[in-house]
């Protein structure tokens, strides 16, 4: 009765500290890092007028925008060897640029022509934002745009590198980012103080390349949130605050999509998808599934299904409960691009910019509009009060309903 | 912590405390600021000083004090000063305050002054007048800001472009002069060799092409990396490569031999021009003969493990296979000294079987921070490898 009645109070505080948290899209995949934005009731007859804005912005990128109260944020790289690195802040109404800093990378920049230095997606606690980029540079900006600290973690630990690029997003867990470094050559992965800048921790990692994301494993009753850290090994569930491991999933996993967690289970891409639901310092294996094999973009799991995207651009939704393959729909092109599930709607963006909008159904997927926007899409969109935010290699777009 | 880290911490403070709270002049404050700033140190320590610092520096519209502040400073310093610079800039801005436009011209032609703050006032102009790229890039052909030159060799490309091949050529050469970027190396070659001109780019670049080659050493499930060989132990001994002796290797006896890459790139191919030997590892050495002490890059590009040695110091690793290949991959920072320099390069193959895995190449050059060539005095080197001019 005690737990409860603390982690009552603990949610009422937060409550109280910020109202819009529930309204944000703080982080890649969202708040909870699932690809669900809660209570948003987004466009589903996509068209030329529901193009809200479209905003020009420097450089490339291949991160996602955040949104935080009216402001969005994200990401760019440009100049020849991709060394100078751009954070946009944007007015979330209008479009327009509220500010923009640079910095310069002082990791290495070099990625796969595909991907650049502004791969990973920016996180913010709601008064701070954290852009971090392949080159491992690690910046606190407040929401001024007054730097707050910078960690060169790619001239901290010169060989965590991969020539090919680095696109873990970071996490933020209570007073913590949460970063993956993991190279073949050198891989760790460690805490970060959201307030100082300093390390709180730092746990070595299997030493391979590896692309995914940490994920979120909300506090419980008995628990508070865990950080989900994957890798061709596995997953290993690590205490935000201290690094200490919890448990460990050790039949492996993909090293591009990332789990995903939905009701206290975490579904795994791994050997096909895995679900298993953690307990304290244990888990139980739910399923696996062959059939449900994500490519690069991160499972999506809501209302008892989980969607996955495959190389040559096929949905499949399967059941939660056992893992069973329900549906198939193939939709145009190659996908890049994590969905996000909003008002029972599934927002797809494939490569060459297309905007899918699918009704999932019992046993069927219905697409119910699409629009070209004609401009390479490689992020994971955003959402948040009715926008559904996406960035181009030169543009951040909103869409929406007109008013 | 400690005790210099506390030392450090409770001088930090008093310079916090000094700068902000006695009666002293604002210039004095401002070069206070830019120390502090200049002083943080990687690791997320001190950052809330630092903070203040650059609040302090926002409201001081010291922009060419904050400017002069990146010349020697660390690369974590100059992203501090950058954006206390940008918040000068914003400031001054809302205050309706003119940009001091003059006087940031003149700190652009300080050539002397640093590349990346050169660049910063540059754009803060550019932003709000853009005639003046017009005024400044036509005189940044041969700067020590790689980024003025890209756009001083990308106007000349566009101007004989523009031009009859004739006119064209003389343009063209100019602009190879200044470049220092690959794919503008690459247009202007492909141009001037169209118009029947020789271009040397191996030289341009500064790759190094003649090497002493030795292996294969057994490198099976990648266990050779961490074995020392005797070309290795050799080299850690500063002791002369001898071309006459033979060691043990993977599959018999094996000795240097020398080997000459005609690649425009410099790339040397293990996989052509030896043998893609499964498993095995290389070692390819050269020397360099410098004609002063002098901080040099050594730039190199590899899809395989390597280790690299200069005058028998190990000056990097890395044990990565197969995850792409560039010109510029790996930038070393490395100290020559006068006289003849030896590298060595351990260069290392795994036993992956897909198509993208079968590379086994390295490439390497000698360069300043800005990517233009530092070339080897000529000279007739060791390990009978000749070396000078067509290097």
């Given amino acids: ?403 | 912590m400690r005790a210099d880290c506390v030392y450090r911490r409770v001088l930090l403070s008093a310079i916090l405390v000094f700068t902000f709270t006695s009666e002293r002049s604002r210039a004095d404050d401002v070069a206070d600021s830019i120390k502090l700033l200049q002083s943080i140190e990687p690791g997320g320590k001190d950052t809330g000083v630092a903070r203040k610092a650059v609040d302090s520096l926002a409201s001081s519209g010291a922009m060419l004090s904050v400017l002069k502040g990146f010349k020697g400073s660390s690369p974590l310093a100059v992203n501090w000063l950058r954006n206390a610079f940008e918040e000068i800039v914003t400031a001054e801005k809302a205050a309706s305050k003119p940009l001091p436009v003059e006087e940031l011209k003149g700190f652009i032609a300080d050539r002397s002054e640093s590349p990346i703050a050169r660049r910063l006032a540059y754009e803060t102009l550019r932003d709000q007048d853009a005639a003046i790229e017009a005024e400044l890039i036509p005189d940044m052909l041969l700067d020590p800001s790689p980024e003025f030159r890209r756009d001083a060799v990308a106007k000349l490309i566009n101007e004989a472009s523009a031009a009859e091949a004739a006119a064209a050529t003389p343009i063209y050469q100019k602009a190879m002069s200044g470049a220092v970027h690959e794919d503008q190396v690459k247009q202007i070659a492909e141009a001037l060799r169209k118009n029947g001109e020789t271009v040397n780019i191996q030289k341009h670049f500064g790759f190094l092409s003649q090497w002493m080659v030795i292996g294969p050493f057994d490198n099976k499930e990648e266990k050779g990396f961490a074995v020392a060989y005797t070309p290795e132990t050799t080299a850690a001994e500063s002791k002369p490569l001898d071309p006459t002796v033979e060691y043990d290797g993977q599959l018999g006896k094996v000795k240097w031999q020398a080997v000459v890459t005609e690649d425009d790139y410099g790339v040397l191919d293990i996989a052509k021009q030896i043998q893609n030997y499964k498993g095995s590892l290389m070692y390819a050495s050269t020397s360099w003969k410098s004609d002063r002490d002098q901080n040099v890059e050594v730039r190199l590009g590899t899809p395989n493990a390597w280790k690299l040695w200069v005058n028998g110091k190990l000056v990097f690793e890395r044990e990565e296979y197969h995850r792409s290949s560039a010109m510029d991959q790996y930038k070393v920072p490395v100290s020559l000294k006068a006289g003849e320099n030896i590298l060595l390069l351990k260069v290392c193959q795994n036993e992956q079987t897909q198509d993208w895995a079968q590379k086994y190449q390295f490439q390497l050059r000698v360069c300043d921070s800005t990517g233009s060539a530092v070339l080897p005095v000529s000279t007739t080197a060791k390990n009978d490898v000749s070396s000078g001019e067509n290097r």
């Fill in chain 1, 1 to 403: 009765m005690k737990r409860i009645i603390l982690g009552t109070s603990v949610l009422a505080a937060l409550a109280a500290c910020d109202s819009s948290f529930g309204a944000d899209w703080r982080q890649f995949r969202g708040n909870a890092a699932n690809s669900v934005a809660v209570g948003e009731s987004l466009p589903t007859e996509l068209s030329g007028e529901t193009i809200a804005w479209k905003t020009p912005l420097p450089g490339r990128g291949l991160s996602g925008p955040i949104i935080v109260g009216d402001k969005v944020f994200v990401s760019s790289s440009s100049g020849y060897g991709q060394d100078r690195l751009h954070v946009v802040c944007v007015n979330a109404d209008s479009g327009e640029q509220v500010w923009q800093r640079q910095f310069d990378a002082t990791g290495r920049t070099m990625t796969h022509d595909k991907m650049c230095n502004a791969t990973p997606t920016m996180a913010s606690d709601g008064e701070r934002v954290y852009a971090f980029f392949s080159s491992n540079d690690l910046i606190c900006l407040d929401m001024q745009g007054k730097l707050q600290w910078f960690r060169g973690l790619g001239s901290e630990f010169p060989n965590a590198s991969n020539s090919l690029g680095m696109s873990s997003s970071p996490v933020v867990i209570g007073s913590t980012v949460v970063v993956q470094v993991e190279s073949d050559a050198e891989a760790f992965a460690c805490g970060v103080d959201t307030v100082s800048g300093e390390t709180k921790w730092q746990i070595e990692r299997p030493r391979a390349a590896n692309w995914t994301s940490p994920s979120v494993l909300p506090a419980t009753n008995d628990q508070p949130a865990l950080a989900l850290l994957q890798s061709s090994k596995g997953l290993t569930a690590v205490d935000p605050e201290t690094g200490k491991i919890v448990w460990n999933f050790e039949k492996g996993a993909s090293t591009i999509p990332s789990a995903t967690v939905s009701d206290g289970a975490i579904v795994i891409p791994s050997n096909g998808l895995t679900a298993i639901r953690p307990s304290g310092e244990k888990f139980e294996e739910l399923w696996n599934s062959a059939g449900l094999s994500p490519a690069t973009p991160s499972p999506v799991v809501i209302d008892g299904m989980a969607y996955v995207m495959n190389n040559a651009g096929v949905l499949s939704a399967g059941n939660t409960s056992t893992g069973e393959r329900v549906w198939q729909l193939r939709l145009k092109g190659s996908f890049s691009s994590t969905p996000i599930a909003a008002g029972g709607y599934i927002y797809a963006f494939n490569e060459s910019g297309t905007a899918f909008v699918v009704k999932p159904e019992a046993d069927k997927g219905v697409v119910i509009s699409e629009l070209d926007l004609a401009e390479t899409i490689l992020c994971s969109p955003g959402a948040s009060n009715g926008g559904l935010y996406v960035r181009s290699d030169q543009h951040l777009i909103k869409l929406a309903n007109p008013k």
